[in-house]
Every structure is written in structure tokens, then in C-alpha cells.
């Protein structure tokens, strides 16, 4: 799945902090958590879920969205990977994804 930020209509290129506070939210987790390095399962979908969306849909690279959350490109490989695989596999995560997708762009109807 290749997605880029043109392929949402609409989608709002927001600030970093703002996207972060923004998946921090739904994921319901903190920013000094998301930026920590704990393993707990909330913080870590959370991270993975911003280093999957850095990568397929703002297009940057692995070692350029690793840098972001202090991770090295390894785990925003494994994280585009795990991802991916959740997004398809569990309802729960790919709910929580879409939320999150979605409330980047506010204005955009749901239909």
C-alpha cells in the first residue's frame, strides 16, 4: 500500500508536534511517553503507528522518521512492517489508525 498525502483528499499537512499530540491522543498515551523508551504496548502502537504514517504518507525515509522519535531506520522498518500487518490484520489497531488518519483532517466527511 503506497499512500501519500495526495491520496487523501483534503489531508492537512499539520506540524509534527501537532500530528503527535494528535496520535498521542487516540492511542492515549503521553508525549514525554511517546518520546520515552518504554515498551508498553499503548506507547509503542503509537510510535509505530507515526513511524508508519512518516513513511507511506509523507514519504520521508526510514532513518529520517527513526531520527524523529530518536529510533534508529532498523525500528522505523520494523515499525512499517508490524504496521502494516496490523492495519490489515486487527480491527482494534485499524480503528485507532483511521481515528487518527481522520482527525488530522477534521474537515473531511467520513461517507
Excluded at 19 to 34: K, P
Excluded at 47 to 57: D, E, F, I, P, S
Excluded at 60 to 78: C, E, M, P
Aim: charged residues 30%; contains cysteine.
Amino acid at each position: 500500500m503506497n499512500l501519500s498525502i495526495y491520496a487523501i483528499p483534503g489531508l492537512r499537512v499539520l506540524s509534527r508536534e501537532k500530528e503527535d499530540l494528535i496520535a498521542c491522543e487516540v492511542f492515549e498515551t503521553t508525549l514525554d511517553q511517546l518520546y520515552s523508551k518504554t515498551h508498553k504496548r499503548e506507547v509503542v502502537d503509537c510510535r509505530h503507528a507515526l513511524l508508519y504514517y512518516w513513511q507511506v504518507v509523507r514519504k520521508i525515509s526510514s532513518v529520517q522518521a527513526g531520527k524523529k522519535y530518536n529510533r534508529d531506520h532498523a525500528t522505523a522498518l520494523f515499525a512499517l512492517k508490524k504496521t502494516s500487518g496490523l492495519i490489515e490484520t486487527n480491527k482494534e489497531f485499524r480503528m485507532k489508525y483511521e481515528k487518527f488518519i481522520n482527525a488530522l483532517n477534521p474537515d473531511q466527511d467520513s461517507t
